[in-house]
């Protein structure tokens, strides 16, 4: 062990820049809605394979818990992200024309009775909760809709799922949480989004 101070320090301060390296968030840019974002540097992006996957999954509950075809052929996701198991961020566009496609808050009520018929499906002993509203990211308004699962007495999970008619889509964010740091991470990342128009 050296008693050199300069190399202790050299050491500490290394480490100190990397300690601070990996704390930074990654920024991602969309063209398609010119939107920019950060992830916390400890969610992990999924790959376009593992989430197709995990869309796929995801479409065959809810056909099987309602009795009905799903399409999500035309949505795209923008980033997906993940912390753990239960913990999960995402971001989709799905072209959106109301003249075509009808009312967006219609599509989005939908939407909420399929969603909450499938938990209430795929998890019979749960207490499952529902709230809407709306909520400013990036300065514009989305329809808000939580649904609040409490599987048992150590483990409740916070579902959101935001939705905005913009830019020719139904512009999609949904995040799933069960703690409170991961709830901060989640608003610090919202906090962060910022559209060219």
């Known amino acids: 062990m050296t008693n050199n101070p300069k190399i202790i320090l050299i050491c500490f301060f290394l480490f100190l820049e990397s300690f601070t390296y990996a704390q930074k ?3 991602y840019y969309f063209s398609e809605i010119g939107l920019t974002m950060y992830i916390p540097s400890d969610f992990n992006v999924i790959d376009a394979a593992k989430n197709e996957a995990i869309n796929q999954h995801g479409q065959k509950l809810m056909e099987d818990a309602n009795h009905m075809k799903v399409d ?25 024309d109301p003249k075509k496609d009808g009312s967006i808050d219609e599509s989005n009520a939908n939407v909420y009775k399929i ?3 499938t938990f209430h499906s795929k998890l019979p002993n749960a207490k499952i909760d529902t709230a809407s509203g709306v909520k400013i990211v990036g300065g514009k308004s989305f329809s808000e809709f939580l649904v609040k699962i409490l599987i048992d007495q150590n483990t409740t999970m916070y579902m959101y799922l935001l939705s905005k008619l913009y830019e020719g889509y139904d512009l999609g964010i949904s995040y799933l949480y069960t703690d ?5 991470q989640i608003a610090s990342t919202l906090d962060s989004f910022k559209f060219d128009k």
């Open 25 to 27: 968030p990654v920024v």
């Open 72 to 96: 999500i052929s035309e949505t795209k996701t923008l980033i997906a992200a993940r912390k753990s198991e239960k913990d999960y961020f995402n971001v989709t566009i799905t072209p959106f």
């Open 180 to 184: 409170e740091p991961t709830k901060k």
């Open 115 to 117: 969603l909450f018929k």
